[in-house]
């Protein structure tokens, strides 16, 4: 790592332009304007103190580029949502709390509300090496992604099912990339390093190369081998019934993290989509990125909570390309999702001009209309180690644009096997937090480890009953 000159003048800073970096890595931060994250159109508290003018210059690095990263993460997605209104969640309030400098677990996190509400970055150390994870702008960004898409829809949060749990991991990545694009200097280092082919591996497709080379010390199956996640890969789309919980990082699996990758990679084929130069130029990759996150946005927002959430949501990207590109990558997004079997060839017969013509663009809230978005399973506690049946919110509604001919109960039949299977899964990674007084002692998949944050708990209600619940997102 070369940190190069961090003399501070009023009106430059010094950051990374993206991640650090592995250890061998030999990047340079980059100078950029003082921003003021004070006039950010959303708000921020970071509860760390800011570096005085005589703190060491690394230390001054990790804090200019965790607070750039942030207003980057928010300016991507202000471009996105095109003059609409922005919000956290309301249980966040309007200032998302954020502590750079927050534990020593191998992660960064982001919970909607209780003691740990807000952002959290964590500064482990593995193999007498410590990172920082608020001193990459992949991580920060990413994690801003889950708190903007909660947002911008709140069920997602406790939908019980794969597609849900990935597509959050996905919008982090694509936080990521996109907001990597604002910069200048790295659209041109992007350019230069794919040859102005947008979705080959380059920096802009690997994420987390630092923290991945930290995964990889304590358990090398569990990350790519330069990075934590490459959208630049090879995966295809399964059921996710069919999938194994567990498989090293070559495979896809039922973890959130390893699923995603099959959406982020339809992310970036998009992006490649947009840019087709007759040159290489900085502002036509600018302006690739920033269709992408329109669409991206408003698809969004106005998908249904089905159990294909993933096709459909596909279904309603070539809705808006049509509706407010004039149907410019109509072909190419066709080709994409069938590329990665998130759209087959049924569900492309389906989708005549006169569907997608049908949509509204106006219709950003499916809720109101329709069925409510989710509906509550009741499951056996027993084999979990929970001494009562608890519920759970599984998705509900039927989707707009593809298999809208799928009977009703089949349906419900659908989301009900998805919600047990990710359920399955959450307590097989050990990540379900149960209530103490609704435990059965002895049970094999009861948490050990009390410090460790989950993402799931099992809670007891006012009532007596217990509910299963969403309370964080991890970031490895
Ligand atoms: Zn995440």
């Avoid at 996105?80 to 966040?92: I, K, T, Y």
């Amino acid at each position: 790592m070369t940190l190069g000159p961090l003399t501070m003048s009023p009106t430059r800073i010094h950051v990374w332009e993206e991640d650090p970096g592995a250890h061998s890595a030999r990047r340079s931060p980059i100078a950029q304007p003082t921003r003021d994250i004070s006039k950010s159109p959303l708000s921020f508290d970071v509860i760390d103190r800011a570096p005085g003018p005589y703190s060491p210059a690394a230390e001054k690095l990790r804090y200019e580029t965790a607070i750039d990263s942030l207003i980057r993460a928010v300016d991507w997605f202000a471009e996105a949502m095109n003059g609409r209104s922005l919000s956290w969640h309301e249980d966040v309030g309007r200032t998302l709390r954020v502590t750079l400098e927050g534990g020593d677990e191998l992660n960064a996190f982001y919970h909607r509300e209780g003691p740990k509400k807000g952002l959290r970055f964590c500064t482990p150390t593995t193999a007498g090496k410590k990172i920082h994870t608020c001193e990459s702008p992949d991580i920060v960004c990413h994690e801003v992604g889950h708190a903007l898409l909660d947002g911008l829809r709140p069920q997602f949060l406790h939908a019980a099912g794969l597609e849900y749990f990935a597509f959050h991991e996905a919008f982090g990545d694509a936080s990521s990339i996109l907001s990597s694009l604002t910069l200048d200097s790295f659209c041109s280092n992007v350019l230069h390093e794919t040859g102005g082919k947008i979705n080959f591996t380059s920096r802009l497709s690997r994420m987390a190369e630092q923290f991945s080379e930290a995964v990889r010390l304590l358990n090398p199956g569990k990350s790519d081998q330069n990075c934590l996640r490459d959208a630049a890969n090879e995966f295809f789309y399964a059921d996710p019934l069919n999938l194994p919980f567990r498989a090293p990082a070559t495979a896809i699996c039922g973890r959130m993290h390893s699923f995603s990758r099959i959406f982020s990679a339809t992310i970036l084929d998009v992006l490649d989509a947009f840019y087709q130069p007759p040159h290489f130029s900085i502002p036509d990759l600018k302006a690739a990125a920033a269709n992408t996150g329109k669409i991206l946005c408003r698809a969004t927002e106005m998908t249904p909570i089905s159990p294909w959430y993933w096709a459909d949501m596909a279904a309603h990207m070539i809705a808006v390309d049509l509706k407010e590109f004039g149907g410019q990558q109509t072909e190419s997004l066709r080709r994409i999702f069938l590329k990665r079997g998130i759209l087959s060839f049924e569900d492309l017969e389906s989708l005549t001009m006169e569907r997608l013509d049908s949509v509204d663009l106006k219709d950003s809230a499916p809720d109101s209309d329709r069925e409510s978005p989710t509906a509550t399973l009741l499951v056996d506690g027993a084999r979990y180690g929970i001494d009562r049946g608890y519920e759970v919110e599984i998705p509900n509604q039927a989707p707009r644009l593809v298999r809208i001919e799928v009977p009703a109960e089949e349906r419900h039949k659908y989301a009900e096997k998805i919600a047990r299977y990710s359920i399955e899964s959450a307590f097989i990674e050990g990540r379900v937090g149960i209530t103490k007084n609704l435990c059965i002692d002895g049970a094999p998949l009861m948490p050990k480890n009390e410090s460790r944050t989950f993402t799931h708990e099992v809670q007891e209600t006012d009532a007596g009953s217990a509910v299963l619940r969403r309370v964080a997102f991890i970031h490895g």
